[in-house]
């Protein structure tokens, strides 16, 4: 007899690891940050917690395959590159808080996007400001629910 799993929650915690220079809009935080084993399903929240405060604005990128682009450059992904793009999120400035006497910016979003295949993902973090980072001071946390069976 085959079971099948549905409505399992999984949980992915990144922390890429930032230059600690000014980053320019449009570029690339951390280089690529590589999610593996994914399960089909819906990509249900994301925690967002800025240790540096910043606060800024940013979209979200997953692809099938690495278009293999750098930290603290463009994100400049070719036409045949973006083919490989699964889909993308963009959070807003204005979805951070930072608590009155807090040293640290918080973001809280739902997605619900759904990841057709299950598989390896390449996610990129595109910055929409020019913030200026520790080194490992963006942690990005996860949550995606396996509600495809399998």
Same mark, same amino acid.
């Given at each position: 007899?085959?079971?099948?799993?549905?409505?399992?929650?999984?949980?992915?915690? =990144?922390?890429?690891?930032?230059?600690?220079?000014?980053?320019?809009?449009?570029?690339?935080?951390?280089?690529?940050?590589?999610?593996?084993?994914?399960?089909?399903?819906?990509?249900?929240?994301?925690?967002?917690?800025?240790?540096?405060?910043?606060?800024?604005?940013?979209?979200?990128?997953?692809?099938?395959?690495?278009?293999?682009?750098?930290?603290?450059?463009?994100?400049?992904?070719?036409?045949?590159?973006?083919?490989?793009?699964?889909?993308?999120?963009?959070?807003?400035?204005?979805?951070?808080?930072?608590?009155?006497?807090?040293?640290?910016?918080?973001?809280?979003?739902?997605?619900?996007?759904?990841?057709?295949?299950?598989?390896?993902?390449?996610?990129?973090?595109?910055? =929409?400001?020019?913030?200026?980072?520790?080194?490992?001071?963006?942690? =990005?946390?996860?949550?995606?629910?396996?509600?495809?069976?399998?």
């Amino acid at each position: 007899m085959s079971l099948k799993k549905h409505n399992t929650t999984f949980l992915k915690t =990144l922390t890429p690891t930032l230059d600690t220079n000014a980053y320019t809009a449009g570029d690339v935080l951390g280089g690529v940050q590589t999610i593996a084993d994914l399960p089909a399903g819906v990509w249900r929240h994301l925690k967002i917690v800025d240790k540096a405060a910043q606060a800024t604005g940013m979209r979200i990128w997953f692809f099938r395959a690495d278009p293999d682009i750098a930290d603290d450059v463009a994100f400049s992904p070719t036409d045949s590159e973006l083919d490989d793009a699964a889909c993308f999120y963009t959070i807003n400035a204005g979805k951070y808080i930072t608590p009155t006497g807090g040293a640290n910016s918080i973001a809280f979003v739902s997605p619900n996007i759904d990841i057709v295949t299950a598989g390896t993902y390449y996610v990129y973090l595109e910055t =929409l400001g020019t913030p200026t980072y520790a080194e490992e001071s963006l942690t =990005l946390e996860f949550t995606f629910w396996n509600n495809k069976g399998g």
